[in-house]
């Protein structure tokens, strides 16, 4: 699949890592985020839709009795997706404008990681673990976040 991969209306663009869904809150958040960050001085396009309805159970329900009401609508993103892409700034306020994405999203993640970690570490102690460089791949990419929340306590 190579739609969506490249960037295509400006000049610098966010891609997707991980497989995952977004929700259209999470769009329009960091939307807001990206243009507060860049002070209304560039172009911002966003590059997905939410175009998947989430459905859900009520509260206390019993199981059975036909699938839940539409809860909501998530945009689902696989690797190398980009998501959104910025133009008419500068090299330094694109990548800023990048990294203000909300930080409890950051500590969700982190708190993802931390337990895939957990895993894959009973994993390879077991010997089951087929590729190691899986765990050094989650163990990079929780110090990025570490980092980045980091930097945010310190500013």
Same mark, same amino acid.
């Given at each position: 699949?190579?739609?969506?991969?490249?960037?295509?209306?400006?000049?610098?663009?966010?891609?997707?890592?991980?497989?995952?869904?977004?929700?259209?809150?999470?769009?329009?958040?960091?939307?807001?985020?990206?243009?507060r960050e860049m002070k209304r001085g560039g172009?911002?396009?966003?590059?997905?839709?939410?175009?998947?309805?989430?459905?859900?159970?009520?509260?206390?329900?019993?199981?059975?009795?036909?699938?839940?009401?539409?809860?909501g609508w998530v945009a689902v993103v696989k690797?190398?997706?980009?998501?959104?892409?910025?133009?008419?700034?500068?090299?330094? @306020?694109?990548?800023e404008a990048l990294r203000e994405m909300k930080?409890?999203?950051?500590?969700?993640?982190?708190?993802?990681?931390?337990?895939?970690?957990?895993?894959?570490?009973?994993?390879?102690?077991?010997?089951? @673990?087929?590729?190691?460089?899986?765990?050094?791949?989650?163990?990079?990419?929780?110090?990025?976040?570490?980092?980045?929340?980091?930097?945010?306590?310190?500013?």
């Amino acid at each position: 699949a190579t739609r969506g991969n490249t960037v295509a209306f400006g000049h610098y663009g966010l891609m997707a890592l991980e497989p995952g869904w977004i929700s259209n809150r999470q769009i329009e958040a960091s939307r807001v985020a990206l243009t507060r960050e860049m002070k209304r001085g560039g172009k911002v396009w966003i590059r997905l839709f939410p175009d998947k309805p989430i459905t859900k159970k009520p509260a206390e329900t019993r199981m059975g009795k036909g699938k839940g009401n539409p809860e909501g609508w998530v945009a689902v993103v696989k690797p190398g997706r980009v998501m959104f892409e910025l133009e008419g700034i500068a090299e330094n @306020l694109a990548r800023e404008a990048l990294r203000e994405m909300k930080t409890d999203e950051l500590e969700q993640q982190l708190a993802v990681l931390t337990e895939e970690r957990f895993r894959l570490g009973f994993r390879r102690a077991t010997e089951a @673990l087929g590729n190691p460089l899986q765990l050094r791949g989650i163990r990079r990419e929780i110090a990025r976040i570490n980092t980045i929340l980091a930097e945010r306590k310190r500013a």
